[in-house]
């Protein structure tokens, strides 16, 4: 297990901002250099290239009834359904558009709903929109169907016909239990919702229930945050996503609503996050890495044991490097290296698609030393780990000589025991989990030079 105390000192070093590495390069990175045309060729090529490797598709449903004032979602705040039956034709329409494009049936392994909040769709609408993958893609039989729900707009019966319709996985955005914290963030569920939830999960055998919370709210203090968490292990998660509030009010509107001086201080959140591995850990749950636990029956912790864990959007995932597909406002492909996201403006995103055009706007064409390095990040996040051999033969380079500024620049971080290396390898240390982000970062290329680091990520502590 991790040991849980840090020195302040090394926590004030480290408690700067960071990507989160669900990609790499991240998404600011992304400009309309790559063009709608290489997108097109770039669905062709997946196409005509296939070899039965099954692929994900995530679908990015925008709407939500009020704003949660944390939020740094691509969301739009809206009563009017109709607005959610507009979209519905538009998706549809994106699907057919873009298997057109790539003329060949591809096998489809994992689906996830995500939002703003995708039950916001009626379960017609949803069940629709799988009827239409299922006719234009080979959806294989173990299909992992996630979606995520906010309990506020899910009931027993409609759990029971999400299941009914093929959802498998649920992911339920919980965030804290404390009743000022969930004034504080303008997101009140009273526990019994939840709770209905997870009983009506369990009784339907959903596969896999997931829940997320996250710590450095307005409001949380660790005695308060460990009270949730006590409330949540009773429930008992399959996996359990844990994040760190990001603050970044000058990028996100709602967040503007949060009074700082309620923020936690650096130190109660590193309090927090070891505490919660503590608590998580003892009563049972895996620690994955940096946001993610999970039970050790769960296909997350099999996979962490087994070295196969891997990274994607959604954060932590078991299935390898597969390419991925987003339907959606503002949702993001990646598809052989390279990165894709439509239209982030709704309005911009239903014209394209009014004028029988998909909706990408901008992306990222990976090269060599991207793949590379996306590799050795994913590795360092997901494994805690790479072998310098395995990297020489899969890249055709000499690790030692290729990285020696990034390695060299690790001194300080080998000398605070968060990861050493010799000629073999480099590994994360126990102590090192807890900032992991940093150790990746300083194999990232693109953050070199950058001066807006402060403003566009999020503290890695
Ligand atoms: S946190 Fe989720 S439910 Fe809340 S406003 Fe953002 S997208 Fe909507």
């Not at 060949?104 to 909040?117: A, C, D, E, N, P």
């Not at 020696?404 to 090192?432: A, F, M, P």
Request: negative net charge; proline residues 4%.
């Amino acid at each position: 297990m991790p040991e849980l105390i840090l020195p302040t000192s090394l926590i004030a070093k480290m408690d700067k901002p960071g990507p989160r590495y669900t990609s790499y390069p991240t998404a600011d990175k992304f400009t309309d250099a790559y063009t709608f045309t290489q997108h097109q060729e770039t669905l062709k090529m997946l196409g005509s290239n296939y070899h039965n490797e099954p692929i994900s598709l995530y679908f990015h449903i925008p709407f939500c009834q009020s704003v949660c004032f944390y939020c740094a979602c691509n969301k739009v705040i809206t009563m009017h359904q109709h607005r959610a039956d507009e979209y519905f034709m538009h998706l549809i329409k994106e699907i057919d558009l873009t298997t057109q494009l790539i003329s060949k049936r591809l096998t489809v392994s994992q689906i996830h709903f995500g939002g703003g909040t995708p039950t916001y769709m009626t379960d017609e609408q949803l069940e629709a929109i799988l009827i239409h993958v299922r006719k234009k893609f080979d959806v294989t039989r173990d299909v992992e169907c996630s979606i995520e729900i906010d309990p506020r707009t899910v009931n027993y019966d409609r759990l029971n016909r999400l299941d009914d319709i093929g959802f498998n996985r649920i992911s339920i955005g919980v965030q804290d239990f404390d009743g000022d914290v969930q004034k504080a963030v303008h997101r009140v569920q009273p526990f019994r919702q939840v709770a209905e939830i997870f009983l009506t999960a369990k009784k339907l055998a959903i596969e896999s229930i997931n829940v997320d919370m996250i710590y450095g709210l307005p409001k949380q203090t660790p005695e308060t945050f460990a009270q949730s968490l006590e409330t949540l292990i009773d429930l008992k998660p399959d996996r359990i996503a844990l994040y760190a509030y990001a603050h970044l009010p000058e990028r996100f509107k709602p967040q503007r609503r949060i009074i700082t001086e309620e923020l936690p201080t650096s130190e109660q959140r590193l309090t927090m996050l070891g505490m919660a591995i503590e608590q998580l850990t003892k009563a049972g749950w895996d620690y994955i890495g940096m946001d993610h636990f999970a039970l050790p029956t769960d296909s997350l912790a099999i996979a962490k044991r087994e070295g196969k864990l891997q990274r994607n959007f959604q954060g932590y995932s078991t299935h390898a490097k597969t390419d991925l597909i987003g339907f959606g406002v503002s949702a993001i492909s990646l598809i052989n290296g390279n990165y894709s996201q439509n239209q982030r403006e709704l309005i911009a995103y239903e014209d394209a698609l009014a004028n029988h055009q998909l909706p990408s706007f901008r992306g990222y064409a990976s090269d060599a030393d991207d793949l590379l390095r996306y590799t050795i990040i994913m590795q360092i996040m997901c494994q805690g780990k790479i072998s310098f051999s395995e990297i020489n033969k899969e890249f055709d380079i000499d690790f030692l000589n290729y990285f020696k500024h990034e390695l060299l620049s690790l001194d300080d971080l080998i000398t605070e025991g968060l990861c050493y290396y010799d000629d073999e390898q480099l590994v994360v240390t126990n102590r090192g989990w807890f900032l992991v982000r940093g150790i990746a970062m300083r194999f990232d290329k693109h953050l070199q030079n950058r001066l807006d680091t402060q403003t566009r990520f999020s503290k890695i502590i």
